[in-house]
């Protein structure tokens, strides 16, 4: 009942805002329409181009309202513009950008239904707070003379017809409490068929979006395979050249001296270990082996295990993500745990990952010092740019003082 409460209250407030959202609104709709029709002598042009970032603005507060009513982000629509493009350029896009015209007649639209949605519900509750509470109380202790107003078919002059009113304050009080929630439905239903991106936009975003997830996919595969070629080059191919050598050079001196040529030998051997230690942690590095025995849920067991930080862990996983996925998440959480480890000054860690809704989750969560930038050159940075790959998305919540928390999302169907 208490959270009834707070939801009508939280109701009744968006519908007062509604009052006066759709006049501001109204406003603007005239003000680029002026804009525009100065375009035509130029100096329209600048004057529009400065009015479209508060439309936008606008009309994303109402997505931000959307959202906030059915629980589903509604995304914004605009197709971007170079910062180095001209005003003409500019102008030309924001011109072709359907969203744009989208926003405009939203404007127009909310202007009538925005203001209706507002003005029913604010009536309804101020009649029977007005009926239920303010008239009797007015009556009872004042008792004024000559006072009338009517309340439906009733003429409420003094205490006894205030009582007989009540019950048409209850009636209205009823159709604020069970109309609200469906009259403020309907506003978001409208509002999302003229806010949110249509199926053109949606499908030229997500070619953007796949365009700069296979650059950045390509990218990090380079930069890997560089990583890798370093790794042989400086490491195992040295210490097999290494044993070679030692092997030529005691198949020269075994019969003339067969002590050094033991010594050899007993490096040879050595660096054999090396190269054999060196080759495993390349593969690890690779794909970890316990991500092929146990999948992802015993490779974040195993990361929680390791870490330096007391972690604290609720892995709830019931089945196998494809493996590239797996590598994926597997590298992230590893990379997010270094840098607590190193950085954060933490004293404990907690680590939950779910599957639900057809979304791998795994969050991660310190009590250090907070402060963490998610940056493009960073480790962070880094890790988006692996996920996007899957439509995975990186989520840092890190405020100065703590605490840090991570979402990594990736969606996927378990096997």
């Known amino acids: 009942m208490r959270r009834t409460f707070e939801e009508r209250r939280s109701q009744a407030g968006i519908s007062l805002s509604l009052l006066v959202l759709p006049v501001v609104g109204l406003l603007l709709l005239s003000l680029v329409l002026v804009t525009l029709s100065l375009a035509t002598v130029w100096v329209g042009i ?19 309202l959307v959202e906030g009513l059915t629980d589903r982000p509604v ?26 015209w989208r926003d405009l007649l939203w404007l127009l639209v909310n202007g009538t239904a925005g203001l209706l949605v507002g ?29 009338s107003t009517w309340i439906g078919w009733i003429e409420v002059r003094d205490f006894d017809t205030a009582l007989q009113a009540m019950p048409l304050g209850l009636v209205s009080l009823a159709l604020f409490w069970v109309g609200t929630p ?16 249509t199926p053109q936009a949606e499908l030229k975003k997500r070619v953007e979006h796949l365009t700069v997830s296979r650059s950045d996919s390509v990218g990090s595969a380079a930069a890997e395979l560089r990583r890798i070629e370093r790794d ?22 075994m019969d003339r001296d067969p002590r050094t040529a033991s010594k050899l030998l007993e490096e040879a051997r050595e660096s054999s270990t090396q190269a054999l230690a060196e080759l495993r942690r390349l593969v690890r590095g690779i794909h970890p082996p316990v991500l092929a025995d146990r999948g992802l849920l015993g490779g974040l067991q195993a990361l929680a295990m390791a870490c330096p930080i007391p972690v604290t862990s609720k892995i709830e996983i019931p089945g196998r993500a494809p493996d590239p996925i797996e590598a994926a998440l597997y590298f992230a959480v590893a990379e997010v745990l270094t840098n607590a480890a190193r950085h954060s000054h933490a004293r404990q860690v907690g680590l939950s990952a779910s599957h639900a809704g057809g979304r791998i989750t795994v969050e991660v969560t310190d009590d250090g010092d907070g402060g963490a930038v998610l940056t493009p050159e960073g480790g962070l940075g880094g890790l988006g740019r692996r996920l996007k790959a899957f439509d995975g998305t990186v989520v840092l919540n890190s405020p100065v003082g703590g605490p840090t928390r991570v979402i990594l999302e990736v969606p996927c169907e378990l096997s």
Request: without cysteine; hydrophobic residues 55%.
């Open 232 to 253: 042989l080059h400086d490491g195992a191919q040295a210490q097999i050249v290494s044993l070679g050598m030692n092997l030529g050079l005691a198949q020269e001196l």
């Open 75 to 100: 995304p914004e629509p605009y197709l971007p513009v170079p910062a180095q493009a001209s005003s003409w350029q500019r102008f030309a896009l924001v011109m072709k950008d359907q969203a744009t």
């Open 119 to 147: 003005f029913l519900p604010v009536v309804l509750l101020a009649e029977s707070v007005m009926v239920l509470a303010v008239n009797p109380l007015v009556f009872a202790l004042f008792d004024p003379q000559g006072m």
């Open 182 to 197: 469906a009259l403020l439905g309907w506003y978001a239903g409208l509002a999302r068929g003229f806010l949110e991106p």
């Open 46 to 64: 600048p004057l529009f181009l400065g009015t479209v970032p508060v439309v936008r603005s606008f009309a994303n507060h109402h997505r931000r």
